[in-house]
């Protein structure tokens, strides 16, 4: 493992000393684009934070970076990185419409279940035809599972932000909310809401720190993966991990 860790230090360091060159060549300067979706996500004014962004923060320290966060609604990042507004977008899921705007460097975050949400019993999923003749809560533009985001028979409502989707459903608005797992959880509490979780769920799919194809950060794909690696081995990845799922173990 320490023959590891060198061998990625030093491949880091080579990296580093080629973006900067002379001293009067800046780091690095990375816009992301990111939605406030805690805690995977925090970004409502104050300095960024969440599991994605500490994630990331770690890698971007070690390539000797600088961070610029721009918040908006899901489907606002996925278009800021089509136009080249942003560099990065974290926590994305790897689907084929993306390809053509941007590369999947990395799934650098853990898996979350896609949970179903209910307040009244008779919106309770217990598998995945109960969902028909139901109103469901989406998130605009976010991706959940396959046979979910392709099929044309179910109702669904789509929202900015998982409050708003839970308020709806506070409110009648819609029966069901399908969200990750850690974000249903953590809003639900925020917002001081009861709901229960349905027996049936999906696994979900590991996120990934995806580049627009237009940015010149692609070039330190390696360097992303390479940094990415680094913390794994050296447990500051799974510290992370645990620090945000710890409250939320089920």
Known sequence: ???????????????????????????L???????????????????????????????TNRL?????????PFRRVLKMVQQGEVDIMLGVLKTPDRDDDMTFVTPAFPSDRRLFLYMDNSNRIERYADLYGKTIGVLESYSY???????????????PRYENLMLMMEQGRVDVVVAPELIGLYVLEQ??????VSPFFVPGE???IAVAKTS???????????ALKL????????DLVLKYMDPYAQ
């Not at 599972?145 to 929202?159: P, W, Y």
């Not at 950060?217 to 992303?224: G, K």
């Not at 081995?233 to 799974?238: A, F, H, K, S």
């Open 1 to 27: 493992m320490r023959v590891l860790v060198a061998v990625l230090l030093a491949a880091i360091t080579l990296s580093a000393g080629a973006q900067q060159g002379t001293e009067t060549v800046p780091a």
């Open 29 to 59: 300067t990375v816009a992301v684009g990111a939605n406030h979706a805690p805690p995977y996500r925090i970004i409502d004014g104050g300095p960024a934070t969440g599991l994605y962004v500490e994630i990331f923060e770690e890698i």
């Open 64 to 72: 000797g970076w600088k961070t610029h966060y721009r918040e908006a």
């Open 145 to 159: 599972f396959k046979r979910f985001d392709n099929d044309g028979q179910l109702r669904k409502e789509s929202a």
């Open 191 to 196: 917002l001081g809401l009861k709901a229960d």
């Open 206 to 208: 590991r996120p990934w």
């Open 216 to 226: 010149p950060v692609l070039e330190y794909s390696d360097d992303i993966r390479a």
């Open 231 to 238: 913390i794994e081995t050296e447990g500051i990845y799974e």
